[in-house]
């Protein structure tokens, strides 16, 4: 019988060898979810005697990592803004970068409509329908993508969260117009596909070979999906409403523009923690 260290150490070795960076923490990870317990727990347990069935297995899961195949895949959960996810091949893997998207909305709406009816289209596993959501406890959200598998993954994690009395999904495509009585919204919010299309084949292979390549592709050059939103869903935002962009690097101009000549009365970004500016907002 072997301890919860002992596995811990044998998987942080295999992992170190693999050049795997962050080894330690992912051991950790890898480790705790085999075993149905919290970071915390594992830590708290560490000298206790675990089973072989834990043992298997966690090291099938660093197998799995070693391979390749991202963390959050392996694990099956992810974390975005404070919050718990569950994370599948069906949708993309949160990304830090789009926390931004998240507190431009708490931003916009804490004081001044913080009983918002707010959509998330392209919404993949539900973040940012669940953070916006956590955040602005009077809120609704309606979460809206294309992928059946998708939004079944957004289900289960607004269920997970608490969320299912203010926040619902809906099947649509955002480059063609939207379902009827849909109703109107404060705010749309949308984290679109917006890598080129030839550039997919240059992306990591962590991502190129694991990633949903549907949930990433933006067409030809990347603004396919901002194009058809501004053109078909616009048309829901309530007067004074607002529409905000989460955008590729140096794609916010482009996407600036295209605002203003949908008759959006201004246009104004926010930076990421690069620098780079990755959300644009459009004010009605």
């Known amino acids: 019988m072997k301890t919860y260290n002992d596995i811990y150490l044998e998987i942080r070795n295999m992992l170190r060898s693999a050049g795997i960076e962050t080894y330690s923490q992912e051991a950790r990870l890898i480790v705790s979810c085999a075993s149905g317990k919290s970071p915390q727990e594992f830590l708290r347990d560490l000298r206790l005697y675990t089973s072989p069935s834990v043992e298997k297995k966690a090291l099938e899961s660093a197998e799995r990592r070693m391979a390749?195949?991202?963390?959050?895949?392996?694990?099956?959960?992810?974390?975005?803004?404070?919050?718990?996810?569950?994370?599948?091949?069906?949708?993309?893997?949160?990304?830090?970068?789009?926390?931004?998207?998240?507190?431009?909305?708490?931003?916009?709406?804490?004081?001044?409509?913080?009983?918002?009816?707010?959509?998330?289209?392209?919404?993949?596993?539900?973040?940012?329908?669940?953070?916006?959501?956590?955040?602005?406890?009077?809120?609704?959200?309606?979460?809206?993508?294309?992928?059946?598998?998708?939004?079944?993954i957004c289900r289960k994690n607004i269920a997970l969260?608490?969320?299912?009395?203010?926040?619902?999904?809906?099947?649509?495509?955002?480059?063609?117009?939207?379902?009827?009585s849909l109703g109107a919204f404060d705010m749309i919010i949308s984290n679109p596909p917006y890598i080129t299309t030839s550039e997919i084949a240059d992306l990591d292979s962590s991502v190129r070979n694991y990633e949903p390549i549907w949930a990433l592709d933006g067409g030809e050059d990347g603004l396919k999906f901002y194009r058809g939103i501004i053109k078909y869903w616009k048309s829901l935002l309530k007067p004074d409403g607002c529409i905000?962009?989460?955008?590729?690097?140096?794609q916010a101009e482009a996407?600036?523009?295209?605002?203003?000549?949908?008759?959006?009365?201004?246009?104004?970004?926010?930076?990421?923690?690069?620098?780079?500016?990755r959300v644009v907002i459009g004010s009605y």
Not at 109 to 138: N, Q
Not at 167 to 179: G, H, S
Request: charged share 20%; glycine share 8%.
């Open 161 to 180: 969260n608490k969320l299912s009395s203010r926040a619902i999904c809906m099947q649509a495509d955002a480059t063609m117009n939207p379902p009827a």
């Open 68 to 152: 390749g195949e991202p963390i959050a895949y392996v694990l099956g959960e992810w974390e975005f803004y404070g919050l718990p996810l569950y994370v599948t091949k069906d949708v993309l893997i949160p990304r830090a970068d789009t926390e931004i998207i998240v507190e431009t909305a708490v931003d916009l709406l804490t004081g001044s409509k913080m009983d918002a009816r707010i959509l998330d289209l392209c919404c993949g596993s539900g973040c940012i329908t669940c953070a916006v959501a956590h955040e602005l406890p009077a809120s609704r959200v309606i979460a809206v993508d294309i992928s059946h598998a998708a939004l079944e």
């Open 255 to 277: 996407v600036g523009e295209m605002l203003l000549s949908a008759g959006f009365r201004s246009v104004s970004y926010r930076k990421d923690t690069l620098g780079t500016d």
């Open 244 to 250: 905000l962009f989460e955008v590729g690097e140096g």
